[in-house]
């Protein structure tokens, strides 16, 4: 059987652009459905910032019976993809589509993949495109800002100069949320290059022991479909001890009750020094080893507990165990009856 030549058609702001190949069977779906571009790669080039691009691939049945197109799938949220026909009749061509919504792309250079499969016919198609964005703004952090200090309470300072590349790009109202109570000043400096300042002081809440996690996002006005500008804070003031895991759960048929966890968050252990309370519960008992990993340490704690001595430590004001090393913010062992757990 001879393929047949088909044509891809690439749609853009910028024009339109063609392709005509022959294609040989690759694989066991394209022994009976065949695509252009030959291997599904499509460079679709150069794309504007915030823009909307629809182009399509070209595929053809390469067989003499119908073939039913079962689904096509993006991986992207950026993108949707459909075929212009659910039944691909006889020698016949169709065309899968594509609107990139470049907005949600956020590298300047991308790659993504989707694929088709058929009824009745193995494996499936995979369509690849790529191409480079213009970015709206740079000098935005990538990830989460880690915000550490040695006291509490404290105040973290942070100074940003963004650059906006689009210049259409207006800023709105800048919203903040999340445990850390993030105060922020938006300074616009309208350059020749687009530069705009952006001022962020973090304050951690006067009911927090010093820790949590906040955001600032700012809109933009004259593109509301675009997410805009965010940036994640996470704020650690103050030394704490971790325990891992932090709470049990506990059957009510259980008479003696075991439970293991570690104790993590100091530089240079003393096991001496490790202290919980309360302390001269009868039927209560706690076996700690330090342990060293590389370059960390840890406490590794047994507990042991009489079904007494569990309805005693439950009913104090830690509802549990609090474990204490001097210097640093103490730990929490929670206990809670299994039966408190909703299904």
């Keep these: 059987m001879i393929a047949g030549v088909l044509t891809a058609v690439l749609t853009q702001a910028v024009g339109l652009r063609s392709a005509t190949a022959d294609k040989t069977a690759q694989g066991s779906c394209e022994q009976y ?25 070209v595929i053809s049945n390469r067989t003499d019976n119908a073939i039913p197109v079962h689904r096509v799938s993006a991986l992207c949220p950026c993108s949707e993809v459909w075929c212009t026909t659910n039944l691909l009749a006889p020698h016949a061509t169709a065309q899968i589509c594509v609107k990139l919504d470049n907005s949600k792309i956020l590298t300047e250079r991308f790659t993504r993949t ?9 494996g499936r198609l995979t369509f690849t495109y790529f191409g480079t964005t213009t970015p709206a703004y740079k000098g935005v952090p990538d990830g989460e800002i880690q915000l550490r200090a040695e006291t509490v309470p404290v105040q973290w300072t942070n100074h940003f100069e963004i650059v906006m590349l689009k210049s259409d790009l207006e800023l709105g109202k800048v919203v903040t949320g999340g445990s850390l109570a993030i105060e922020s000043s938006l300074k ?20 927090e022991v010093g820790s949590g996690t906040g955001f ?16 994640n804070f996470r704020g650690s003031a103050g030394r704490f001890v971790q325990a891992r ?5 506990v059957d009510a048929d259980e008479d003696e009750i075991g439970r293991s966890f570690t104790i993590r968050g100091i530089d240079d252990f003393d096991p001496q020094k490790l202290t919980w309370k309360p302390q001269g519960v009868e039927g209560l008992t706690v076996t700690e080893r330090m342990v060293r990993r590389g370059k960390s340490e840890f406490f590794k704690v047994r507990m042991d507990l009489t079904r007494a001595a569990y309805e005693t430590v439950i009913t104090n004001e830690f509802h549990g165990l609090e474990f204490s090393y001097p210097g640093y913010g103490p730990a929490i062992i929670k206990f809670r009856n299994s039966d408190e757990v909703e299904d």
């Design 188 to 207: 616009e400096g309208k350059t020749a290059d687009g530069q705009t300042t952006l001022v962020i002081d973090t304050v951690v809440k006067k009911n």
């Design 114 to 122: 989707f694929f088709a499969r058929f009824r009745n016919i193995p």
């Design 216 to 231: 600032l996002q700012i809109p933009f006005p004259n593109y509301p479909w675009v997410p805009g500008i965010k940036i």
């Design 245 to 249: 895991p932090s709470e049990f759960l």
């Design 33 to 57: 459905v065949s695509i252009l571009p030959p291997g599904g790669t499509l460079d679709i080039g150069k794309q504007g910032c915030f823009a909307i691009t629809n182009f399509s691939y």
